[in-house]
């Protein structure tokens, strides 16, 4: 890949090689849930995300963003439309001007001023009822533009991930990915990920997107398939 300096160049640099192929794939082997995603589709999700924190919320550069969210293809999809509308994203119930919520923990805990819950429907599904002081995710977002053009563009020394002791800028965390990459020996091609063991988001995102691969989350992983799937997959690297 072409060197990046931002989270959505990254992304665009990844989904450019080849937009048909499968760019996240996303098990639960408690649920047999499985979806699949092209890196055009992710993009889709991923525009009209951000589509919806600049239009309904007026967000941009200098705002922040609280996500309460496992990894999921969803999750993905809303911490990359944050980065790429130039949202500093924290992980947790910390005050922000826009929350991502899973439905059971949305709560008034979270001190935003929008706040979405979502239900990680396999289809997206829209909440029968959406918990007080949330909007339905599902049913927002879809009313959205399939292309995201930013008024002010993100830079490399914009705000983009907030951890407890200090907040790291695009271009930094882009570096720590991809030193996190070379250390989990992620080189491209295929990466299966075990989530309950690499739930971190530079690992089960970020290190797999800076190294150009396509993903292969799962939740609940039933070992007995393991070696299956990896070959259903085509995947060249494991993250058990």
Known sequence: MNEVTTIGAALAATV????????????DDATDER?????A???????KTANMITDDGGLGIGDRASVGLPPHWQTAAVLLACWTAGLA?????????????????????W????????????????????PDGFSDFNSEVRVHGDHFYPAVAVRPETEALIRPDRTITHAELLAIAAERAAHLGIAGGRVLIDVDTYSDVVDWLLAPLVAGASIVLCRNMDRDREGS????????QRLI
Do not use: C, K
Not at 35 to 39: W, Y
Not at 91 to 107: K, M, N, Q, S
Not at 125 to 130: F, K, Q, S, T
């Open 16 to 27: 450019s090689a080849d937009p048909t192929r499968p760019q996240l794939t996303f098990y």
């Open 35 to 39: 979806t699949e995603l092209s890196g």
């Open 41 to 47: 589709t992710l993009m889709n999700w991923v525009a």
């Open 89 to 109: 994203v924290a992980i947790g119930p910390e005050p922000a001007e826009v929350a991502f919520v899973y439905v059971d923990d949305a709560t008034h805990e």
């Open 111 to 130: 001190p935003a001023i929008e706040r979405y819950a979502l239900n990680l429907h396999p289809l997206a599904l829209p909440l029968r009822d959406a």
């Open 229 to 236: 799937r990896a070959a259903s997959e085509r995947a060249t």
